[in-house]
């Protein structure tokens, strides 16, 4: 009986590692997408405040 309690709160335990894994996972792709996307737009600002200088 105490063994099955055991092997049943093992488990438990490894699902709730692997959710939060998961959820790591998910938040790991979100800030790299942000991080991109934000590097994106500061090129995309610096080439603009660039082209005022060279054509103006």
Do not use: D, P, V
Not at 1 to 17: A, D, P, V
Not at 26 to 53: D, S
């Amino acid at each position: 009986m105490e063994e099955s309690k055991r092997i049943t709160k093992g488990i438990q335990l490894n699902q709730q590692c692997s959710i939060f894994q998961i959820s790591q996972l998910k938040l790991r792709t979100q800030m790299t997408i942000i991080l991109y996307f934000n590097l994106f737009i500061l090129y995309f600002n610096i080439t603009l405040y660039a082209n005022k200088f060279y054509f103006f």
